[in-house]
């Protein structure tokens, strides 16, 4: 376990009592499904869904640390064939030198290689959808960003007791000056920019999620009324 999850166990995440509390209420299993929520770090921006679907820099969501988890994933021949993780609020987190051994793996021509890789996610719900989202990463810049992000709430939950973190979406850039042309690349960034209180904030997101849930129910309800257009008869001389 690293320094960083032991600081945070052994500091404002270890108040298991009140986390137990929120939990049955706010734990994302009981906000039916979840949308996987991923970062592009050539481009920059955040996407989720199957369709890729936007979600803009500056959204706001409130973040569940009690399904903050970090452990390691294995990838051989692009398929996973093992995933082990634990929510550190009262889990140790797992070590890679215990892990199951799945070679051999190989290297590929992007650099690329099979074999465990260090992961963390964390779900989070949108302020103006009530939207559940996942947010699971294996990139060295994304990682430093779940980092940040647990950092942060340490030192802000001893202030904020029993509060839920707001984060803003946003992004960094850097130039990756020993690569052939010095690309460009993105990295998320998950600012802590406010504290919301529990049942303020559980009311704000099951009212949003309840009114999404309407539009999409109303916008399908009316595209289904709206008869096809007439198919337009073309007349003219018989042969």
Known sequence: MNALVKAAQGGALANKDKWAAIAGQYGSANHGGVQFLKFNGNDGGFTFGKDNNELPLGTRLAVNMLDYKVGFICWKEGEVVDEVMAAIINEDAPVKASLTDHGPYKTYSDGTTDGWSEQRSVTMRGLDDGETYEFKTTSKGALIAMGNLLRDYAKGAAMNDGMIAIVELAESS?????????????????KIVEWAEEADLLAKLDGAAAAAKAATEEAEAQEEATPPPATEVKRGRRF
């Open 174 to 190: 850097f130039v990756l000056k020993k690569v052939k042309g010095q690309p460009t690349k993105y990295a998320p960034i998950f």
